[in-house]
Structure formats: structure tokens, C-alpha cells
């Protein structure tokens, strides 16, 4: 079972591995911390301590942390949405501030069925029929990370190629070996 | 998925706060109300079922406030959205 300790750990791997830091304060940390766990235990994925999930992965997978967003966001306001991630600057001025959400509206309405139609509710997580979601097979054309999602992420979490990088690709494609 | 109220003696303004308990911004601007002795009402809207989540979204949408937490509600017609002191203190007179 995942621990507090584990959650702290992969942040700060993940941190690592970006050239980010986590909020210098304690406190604030360790909330968000048990946030991440507690959504972890809640839907089996750490999602955005921050934001509302739906308890359903493929409606909620931008927003697993780390979240598509985190890397334009840091990279525009030095911090990530709930300013776990943030670069050095942010890091050793302390100075952390809300950002606005860059998560579209509609992907936020489409997880809660506002505007759908009318779906039955259990405790926690929601016993409905997941809206279908138009996944594509896209590829990163710098690494060729490939992906089966509704969309390309921001950023490429293999090279950090940006999204205009990946190119769909087409079933019909024929990939020829020798 | 219940409302509840924390007890303050400045009474003189009606406060709502639409939060998440993972939330760290929504605990700092709770903390920051109850610091100010302020009394309000809060929502902790992770913890609700889907039907519950879906009606507050859709009472944030119908007041025309954005859907990201935490969401202060003063007198009923006054949205701040996120933890912004200053916002606060001047729509409380603080």
C-alpha cells in the first residue's frame, strides 16, 4: 500500500528528474502531500489534490499528477496549479501566488456529465457508464513516444517536445520491416 | 456531502466557501478566515457523491464563477475565486 513516505518520494524524484523543486514549506507540502494520497486511496490514482475528480480515470487523466499542466505552468508562472512543482526562482523567493486553471471548462464538465445526461451515484466513485472518450494514436516525432489519447499532452514526458510535435497516426498507415 | 459552519464573531457578512479537502490553497483561505475571526460556511465538495459534486458545479456555473477551488461566496453575489487576501479583506471590510 502507498504510503505518505512513497508519495513524497516519487514527488521528489519526479522533481528531479524536471530540474524542479517542491514548496519549500513544510506544512503546505505535507498537505498536499495527503491530499495525493488521499485521492490515491480514493480512485487508485494520485489525481491533482487541487481539483475535482471524477473517479474516473480516462475522464481524470490530464489531471493526474504530474498533471498535463503542470509543465506550461511552471514554465509560465514558476509554480504548478497547487504550487507543489515549482522552478528555482519560485523555490528560493518563496514568493508562490494562485495561477489561473488551464484546464479547459469543457473537459471539467464533460468528468461531472453537466450538461449529459443523468447518471446514477455511489459513494465516492461514480458507478456510471464512462462517456466515451475519441482517443487517436498519436506519436512524438522528436523521440516517438507514442500515445492513445484524446489528445497530445502539453509537453512530450519522455523529450519535452512540444505538443505541435506529435502527429497522429493514421490506421491505415501500413509499417513495413524487413 | 454536508455544510458547515465555523463559528467567528464577525457576523456582519455572509461567507461561503466552496473548497476541497485535498486542497491547499482551500485550507489557507479557511485558515485565513478563521484567523480573521471571521464566521462562515463551507463546502468540502471532493467528499461528495457524483450527483452532489455535479449539483455544486452546476449552482458555481448558474452564479457565473469559475469552476476551480477554492471559491469564496460573500453576500450571496460576490465571487473570489482562489485565495486572494486582498479580495477577501476588502469584500469583508477587514
Given at each position: 500500500m502507498t504510503g505518505l513516505d512513497d508519495v513524497r518520494r516519487r514527488a521528489e524524484a519526479d522533481a528531479r528528474s524536471r530540474g524542479y523543486f517542491l514548496?519549500?514549506?513544510?506544512?503546505?507540502?505535507?498537505?498536499?502531500?495527503?491530499?495525493?494520497?488521499?485521492?490515491?486511496?480514493?480512485?487508485?490514482?494520485?489525481?491533482?489534490?487541487?481539483?475535482?475528480?471524477?473517479?474516473?480515470?480516462?475522464?481524470?487523466?490530464?489531471?493526474?499528477?504530474?498533471?498535463?499542466?503542470?509543465?506550461?505552468?511552471?514554465?509560465?508562472?514558476?509554480?504548478?496549479?497547487?504550487?507543489?512543482?515549482?522552478?528555482?526562482?519560485t523555490h528560493e523567493s518563496g514568493r508562490t501566488r494562485p495561477i489561473p486553471e488551464r484546464r479547459p471548462v469543457e473537459k471539467q464538465l464533460a468528468a461531472y456529465g453537466v450538461e449529459g445526461e443523468?447518471?446514477?451515484?455511489?459513494?465516492?466513485?461514480?458507478?456510471?457508464?464512462?462517456?466515451?472518450?475519441?482517443?487517436?494514436?498519436?506519436?512524438?516525432?522528436?523521440?516517438?513516444?507514442?500515445?492513445?489519447?484524446d489528445e497530445p499532452p502539453y509537453v512530450c514526458p519522455i523529450c519535452r517536445a512540444k505538443r505541435e510535435m506529435f502527429s497522429e497516426i493514421s490506421p491505415s498507415l501500413i509499417f513495413r520491416t524487413k | 456531502m454536508t455544510t458547515k459552519r465555523v463559528e467567528g464573531e464577525r457576523r456582519n457578512h455572509k461567507v461561503f466557501v466552496y473548497a476541497l479537502s485535498t486542497c491547499g490553497w482551500c485550507k489557507k483561505t479557511k485558515q485565513f478566515l478563521r484567523d480573521n475571526?471571521?464566521?462562515?460556511?463551507?463546502?468540502?465538495?471532493?467528499?461528495?457523491?457524483?450527483?452532489e459534486k455535479r449539483a455544486a458545479i452546476e449552482r458555481l456555473r448558474a452564479k457565473g464563477a469559475p469552476l476551480a477551488f477554492p471559491v469564496v461566496i460573500v453576500d450571496d453575489n460576490k465571487i473570489i475565486s482562489g485565495f486572494k487576501q486582498d479580495a477577501i479583506k476588502e469584500a469583508l471590510g477587514l
Open positions: 514548496n519549500p514549506n513544510p506544512e503546505y507540502l505535507r498537505d498536499l502531500l495527503e491530499g495525493l494520497l488521499e485521492n490515491e486511496e480514493r480512485y487508485d490514482y494520485p489525481s491533482c489534490p487541487c481539483r475535482m475528480a471524477s473517479g474516473v480515470f480516462d475522464l481524470d487523466r490530464d489531471i493526474v499528477c504530474p498533471c498535463d499542466y503542470r509543465d506550461p505552468d511552471v514554465e509560465e508562472f514558476g509554480s504548478c496549479y497547487c504550487c507543489l512543482y515549482m522552478d528555482a526562482e443523468e447518471q446514477p451515484a455511489k459513494e465516492g466513485v461514480p458507478e456510471v457508464e464512462v462517456p466515451s472518450v475519441e482517443r487517436r494514436l498519436m506519436y512524438c516525432r522528436v523521440c516517438g513516444y507514442t500515445v492513445f489519447r | 475571526g471571521v464566521e462562515y460556511e463551507y463546502m468540502d465538495v471532493d467528499t461528495g457523491k457524483m450527483d
